[in-house]
Every structure is written in structure tokens, then in C-alpha cells.
């Protein structure tokens, strides 16, 4: 059993809820990284890799109020200049 802290309220996950969500959040983010890979050139597709840390920080500030810290702003913008430096 596993004890988490959601928006203040606590839930406890029992069983294989751990295991099926992350089965079902591996068929729905590989699908579209499949169709992805098989439309863009690789280089622009293997980005997936730097984006997708920016977006959990991004939902856990809006969905748990989670706090950032100055190290993390920073991590973000390094990452997004990085990917607009590199399409231009």
C-alpha cells in the first residue's frame, strides 16, 4: 500500500493501481511518440526526452501547488532556449 499526497488530500493506492496506471500512461505517451518518430525527422523527435520534465513540473505547480525553486526556472529555461535555439 502506498500513501500519497495529492492537493492536500491524502490517498492510499492498494493493489496493482500503481501498476495499471502506469501501463496506461505507457500506451497513451508511446502512441503518440510513435506516429512522432514515423512524421518528424528523429533529432526533432528524440526531444520528447527534454520537454516532458518541463511539462510534469509545469501540471505538479498546477495541479499539487508544488513549489519551484530559482535552480528549477532556470533548468526550464535552459531547456526551452535549447529547443528554440535548435529549430532555428
Do not use: H
Request: glycine residues 10%; hydrophobic residues 60%; positive net charge.
Amino acid at each position: 500500500m502506498s500513501t500519497f499526497l495529492i492537493g492536500g488530500f491524502t490517498s492510499e493506492l492498494r493493489g496493482g493501481s500503481i501498476g495499471w496506471c502506469s501501463r496506461a500512461g505507457l500506451l497513451i505517451a508511446f502512441n503518440p511518440y510513435m506516429v512522432l518518430l514515423a512524421r518528424a525527422p528523429a533529432a526533432l523527435a528524440a526531444s520528447y526526452t527534454f520537454v516532458n520534465p518541463v511539462i510534469a513540473m509545469l501540471l505538479g505547480v498546477w495541479i499539487a501547488n508544488a513549489a519551484v525553486t530559482r535552480f528549477e526556472c532556470y533548468a526550464v529555461a535552459v531547456v526551452l532556449l535549447m529547443l528554440f535555439k535548435r529549430r532555428g
